[in-house]
């Protein structure tokens, strides 16, 4: 069974800021690693994803960086911004089921 | 694109009654569904894979009898919590990933706020 590990459970950053967020995986021959974002009442949104045959992927103010040697990955928020508030969730494939195993969350408070 | 909602997106019931809930992907086919639950603060739990035409599968400890899934197409999957409890209270999200998209990509719905009296 897959596990991912996600760090920090909580963290507050000011409107402007780079807001950072880490999760390890298992071993995996699958290659799609999500982040999703959450508002309060609201179901998940896919953010950004990355396939391990690079090593950043960039969209917007979204950066996801990998490394697969370490079986790590990471979302950068840049210009983090109030509105950015909100639960985020990475993801790993389970198998080849199609399913995804999330981490526990990160809740992100931009303070402005 | 890439659209799934949910319904109902809140209902109230009393203890022993059955509640449906419909997840559907609005604006694309879908291989797969995928039901999950949700606690406040807690991460997304799994609770079953279903695919158009065939048996669900249900993650390790979740039952069967008690979360009814039925896959009738590849737009539409249903959920019926059967004689609801209390402790059935949570917030149900499903997702969906398309048939011509990438595997493993997921698209979740609104989620819908079962409370049972």
């Known amino acids: 069974q897959q596990q991912v590990k996600q760090s920090p459970q909580s963290l507050i950053v000011q409107k402007g800021g780079i807001s950072i967020i880490n999760c390890a995986y298992e071993?995996?021959?699958?290659?799609?690693f999500p982040w999703y974002q959450q508002f309060p009442g609201k179901g998940p949104a896919l953010l950004i994803a990355i396939r391990p045959d690079v090593s950043e992927k960039k969209e917007g103010r979204f950066t996801i960086s990998f490394n697969k040697s370490a079986k790590q990955f990471s979302l950068h928020i840049m210009d983090s911004q109030p509105g950015d508030s909100a639960t985020y969730f990475c993801?790993?494939?389970?198998?080849?089921?199609?399913?995804?195993?999330f981490g526990q969350g990160t809740t992100l408070q931009v303070k402005p | 694109g890439a659209v799934v909602s949910q319904h109902p997106s809140r209902v109230i019931c009393k203890s022993g009654t059955s509640v449906k809930i419909e997840c559907r992907s609005l604006d694309f086919q879908a291989t797969t569904m995928f039901w999950y639950r949700q606690f406040p603060k807690q991460s997304l739990m799994l609770m079953a894979t279903s695919n158009e035409g065939s048996k669900a599968t249900y993650e390790q400890g979740v039952e069967k009898d008690k979360f009814l899934i039925n896959h009738a197409s590849l737009t539409l999957s249903t959920l019926t919590v059967t004689s609801a409890h209390p402790e059935d209270s949570s917030f149900y999200i499903c997702?969906?990933?398309?048939?011509?998209?990438?595997?493993?990509?997921?698209?979740f719905g609104p989620g819908t706020r079962l409370t049972v009296l």
């Open positions: 071993n995996t021959a699958f290659d799609y």
């Open positions: 993801a790993a494939p389970s198998g080849n089921t199609g399913k995804l195993i």
């Open positions: 997702s969906a990933t398309p048939l011509a998209g990438v595997w493993n990509e997921q698209f």
